[in-house]
T-cell receptor, first 113, second 110 residues
Framework: EPEVTQTPSHQVTQMGQEVILRCVPI?????FYWYRQILGQKVEFLVS????????KSEIFDDQFSVERPDGSNFTLKIRSTKLEDSAMYFC???????????FGPGTRLTVL | SQKIEQNSEALNIQEGKTATLTCNYT??????LQWYRQDPGRGPVFLLL?????KEKRKERLKVTFDTTLKQSLFHITASQPADSATYLC?????????FGTGTSLTVIP
């Protein structure tokens, strides 16, 4: 069964460093999403992406964040200068056109020291 | 923005009973509402979707209701099993934005 994959599973970085989190959505899906979940808290929407551009973004998704689909398979989230409070689990999700069912990846745990 | 509340952080029920989870929201009614299951350290898994013009949806042992007057959705698991133990999340969808609740942790006791 096709699934969303994310790499790495765990990323440790120093405050102020740039990180890139990678996702491979399901191949025939055209809508892509990033979410974060701080430990013990709710899943928070960051950004949605369709047709090679951002369709919606939340207040969390400020200038420090960017997304890209560099090729036909990868979807990346970049954090330019990480802060301690960026430590969280980051989930990528994708869905098909005409379906409202999102498929989530296993997540990347980001730890900022 | 939407505020979403899910009933009690933790719910314990006996195996075989029906679990009822609540999702309340403020502000405007969403186009539709979804329920997800999340196991520890894993991503959410989609379970059911209900639209604003639908009152009830069923899928096997799962039932979802949606009352736009009360601004509330109820999620029922009938004949609950220990394998149903997980955190259940509701998500409100408006446009292409998804707002998740904090989740209710369900434990089904054998």
């Amino acid at each position: 069964e096709p699934e969303v994959t994310q790499t790495p599973s765990h990323q440790v970085t120093q405050m102020g460093q740039e990180v890139i989190l990678r996702c491979v959505p399901i191949s025939n899906h055209l809508y892509f999403y990033w979410y974060r979940q701080i430990l013990g808290q709710k899943v928070e929407f960051l950004v949605s992406f369709y047709n090679n551009e951002i369709s919606e973004k939340s207040e969390i998704f400020d200038d420090q964040f960017s997304v890209e689909r560099p090729d036909g398979s990868n979807f990346t989230l970049k954090i330019r200068s990480t802060k301690l409070e960026d430590s969280a689990m980051y989930f990528c999700a994708s869905r098909q056109t005409g379906s409202n069912e999102q498929f989530f990846g296993p997540g990347t745990r980001l730890t900022v020291l | 923005s939407q505020k979403i509340e899910q009933n009690s952080e933790a719910l314990n029920i006996q195996e075989g009973k029906t679990a009822t989870l609540t999702c309340n929201y403020t502000n405007y009614s969403p186009a539709y509402l979804q329920w997800y299951r999340q196991d520890p350290g894993r991503g959410p898994v989609f379970l059911l979707l209900i639209r604003e013009n639908e009152k009830e949806k069923r899928k096997e042992r799962l039932k979802v209701t949606f009352d736009t007057t009360l601004k509330q959705s109820l999620f029922h698991i009938t004949a609950s099993q220990p394998a149903d133990s997980a955190t259940y999340l509701c998500a409100l969808v408006t446009g292409n934005q998804f707002y998740f609740g904090t989740g209710t942790s369900l434990t089904v006791i054998p």
